[in-house]
């Protein structure tokens, strides 16, 4: 259905051509056939109604609008967070807004298995750049999505300045005498690490442990 009082953008439809080619990729396994995958077009959309060519002129459906800027009020997911397994004790609620896939990904936490995934789909995963014999410094992937990395990133952020737990462990990170990580890496570590708590609480609905949480990241050294 054309979307009455909306104009068609041309570069929000790039946007989500490459977006949805992005997912094609990620849902094959094998890089022969992720270098299979074909570029998805504007024609794409069109043949598949999220575009309507009406008389030459290009014009965009609901399902555009629900897939770049989502302009409309209510299509947006609610989430709300209780303690345990019963909807007693409310903690917190958040909407999500903006594209309905995006939306998706950040609110259904509960396909997950493990915190790696969510790791591992924020591009916070960890690789090793090598090249022939040659072993880089390991590095994050970045190949998951922006806005959940930079979203986990800036939650670090926020941890290591009002949480002492977590700025004991990014001040390990840092000082360690093996290893010791630079600013930025040990900010990445952190965030991989609240990753891990944040999955464990809304799996289980266990309180977050300061001390527990410490011991299993801090070894003491020998002297």
């Known amino acids: 259905m054309v979307c009455i009082g909306q104009k068609y953008d041309a570069a929000k439809a790039e946007e989500l051509c490459a977006a949805i080619k992005r997912y094609m990729v990620e849902a094959v396994k094998t890089k022969s056939e992720k270098e299979k995958v074909k570029d998805v077009t504007v024609q794409n959309l069109i043949n598949w109604s999220i575009i309507k060519n009406v008389d030459g002129t290009l014009v965009p459906t609901n399902a555009f609008v629900l897939l770049t800027d989502n302009t409309f009020p209510f299509a947006k997911i609610q989430c709300?967070?209780?303690?345990?397994?019963?909807?007693?004790?409310f903690i917190d609620k958040r909407d999500f807004e903006g594209p309905l896939y995006e939306q998706i990904e950040e609110a259904y936490i509960g396909r997950f298995t493990d915190p790696k995934q969510i790791q591992k789909l924020a591009g916070l995963e960890i690789v090793k750049k090598s090249s022939g014999k040659k072993k880089g410094q390991p590095r994050?992937?970045?190949?998951?999505?922006?806005?959940?990395?930079?979203?986990?990133?800036?939650?670090?952020?926020?941890?290591?300045?009002?949480?002492p737990a977590f700025q004991d462990v990014f001040l390990y990170y840092r000082n360690r005498t093996k290893n010791p990580l630079g600013g930025m890496q040990a900010k990445i570590a952190v965030a991989c690490k609240a990753i891990r708590v944040f999955y464990v609480v809304l799996q289980t609905g266990c309180d977050f442990d300061e001390e527990k949480f410490r011991k299993d990241i801090i070894r003491p050294e020998a002297a």
């Open 80 to 89: 709300a967070l209780f303690k345990g397994i019963e909807r007693v004790v």
């Open 140 to 163: 994050i992937s970045k190949r998951g999505r922006r806005k959940l990395r930079r979203t986990m990133y800036e939650s670090a952020k926020a941890l290591m300045t009002w949480n």
